[in-house]
């Protein structure tokens, strides 16, 4: 079981400020639940036919400002690692690939809120300067052929735009959804994507840890 | 600074429990009364926002209304299960490729976001469920038919549910680990007395009984055949919650795959997946066919 996520003290205000029922950021869920641990991070998907299987991890770093130099959870976006790549006795010439305008890439928060990717550009021009322009474009993931996952390079970026509003400590991420604010567990959200061989595309699940 | 964090805390404390004084369990009673009307007339919206409201009254005073705030999480788990059957609400982005669950025909609804919302409701329900509640508090503080139901009950449910979720987004280990932790279900006859005791959602029940049968396909045949048979043919409502491709492989397993040939005991006709009863006395039923070893 995973550890109760810390309650970020803004959060707590908010809540003591709604107690009575009063005002539009009324909170119907103040801290994510525990029982359910997530989904798998780590998923394996045979593609048929093909000699190989997709192997993906997914996460979301809370930190990931150390790594892309600012945080883009404050420019209205959510970054998730992803590394991805083929396992298996055909790896070396399986045509798997990820296809740019096929792959949908999606974020399916806890409460059912489902986020659109955005693409690295999007998020490199965010940062508003050049350095860490070329920084968040080195860090990200580019749709392509499959390397062998051993070969993969280290986990990637890729972006999901937040809702409005949408504030994010640690890795609770406090949301209007309905009437109330919902307060939700990032890492217990659902990654999907397509991938594509043989001209067909197989759809691909994988859940966020940290 | 924090002087002043500290005196703005104790304030609202102070505020926040005097209003959480005020007795809630009537006001809730009736909002679950509702929301469980919402949940037989197939307003799964309306069954989540009543649940909002509830969870939003009580959280001040979260300890106080467990017992109810484990039946909203409980009508909520369920409607979200429902939904990604039919009845969707929740919407995918207007972006991309349609490759989703259920997506297509110009239809933007989103099963796989209930199944994720249904996955943290389950996970709520089994944070909050109580145990030891007296007969009394239940018909208390619950409407009729959720105290009928139980608490127990109501988590072997969410359970269920939980697996239902895992299997339809592919992730094996975690439904058989499940189905590993709970051996009563892997016999028929107590596996529908369960969900009958659970009182799962009738959308639900194929994919329940699909999954033991793939389980009980590598270690009882004759079993995995009555799951087969059941999953074909549920006893009530549709198999929605089973993709035509694994109703196929159910047909082909009977047929073909099984080590077992199964015969009708009255005229010894083999079964006919594609339909309940023998194809000849028209009666039997394929439940009741036997097994013999295929030669």
Known sequence: MNPRPSIPRSLLLVSFLSACGGGASVKADTEPPRFFEGFPRGTLQEMPGVGASVYAEASFQRRHAETLGLDLTEKGLLPIQLQIGLRGREQESAPVRLDPDQMDMRFYLPDGTVLPSVWADVAAKLTGNDRLRDKVRRQSLEPGVLPKYENASNALFVYFQLPKKAVVEDQVLTLQSGKYGQAVDVSKGLLTFNVMFENKLKQFYVGVGR | ?295
């Open chain 2, 1 to 295: 600074m924090r002087r002043v964090h500290a005196l703005l805390l104790v304030g609202l404390a102070a505020g926040a429990a005097s209003c959480a004084s005020t007795d809630l369990t009537g006001k809730n009673r009736k909002l679950l009364e509702q929301a469980v009307t919402a949940l037989e007339q197939g307003e799964l919206a309306k069954t989540v926002a009543l649940r909002d409201d509830l969870l939003a009254s009580t959280e001040a005073d979260a300890g106080a209304y467990r017992l109810q705030r484990f039946g909203a999480a409980y009508l909520a788990a369920e409607a979200h299960l429902r939904a990604s059957f039919a009845g969707a609400w929740l919407r995918e982005p207007e972006t991309g490729t349609r490759l989703r669950l259920g997506a297509g025909g110009g239809d933007d609804t989103s099963p796989t976001a209930h199944m994720v919302a249904a996955a943290r409701q389950i996970s709520y329900g089994m944070d909050l469920a109580p145990s030891g509640v007296s007969e009394k508090a239940l018909a208390e503080q619950l409407p009729a038919s959720l105290a009928e139901l139980g608490v127990e009950n109501a988590k072997l449910g969410l359970s269920m549910g939980l697996l239902t979720v895992y299997s339809r987004l592919g992730f094996e280990s975690k439904v058989s680990r499940i189905l590993e932790q709970n051996a009563g279900m892997l016999d028929l006859a107590s596996c529908q007395r369960l969900m009958d005791a659970a009182r799962l959602p009738d959308e639900l029940r194929p994919r329940v009984t699909y999954l033991v049968f793939r389980h009980q396909r590598e270690l009882d045949e004759r079993m995995a055949y009555r799951f087969a048979v059941r999953t074909l043919f549920p006893a009530a409502g549709g198999t929605a919650g089973v993709e035509r491709a694994e109703r196929e492989a159910l047909q082909q397993w009977i047929v073909g795959e099984s080590s077992y040939v199964f015969t009708c005991p009255l005229d010894g006709v083999k079964a006919d997946p594609t339909t309940p009863i023998c194809s000849t006395d028209l009666k039997t039923h394929l439940l009741d066919f036997v097994a013999s070893k295929r030669e």
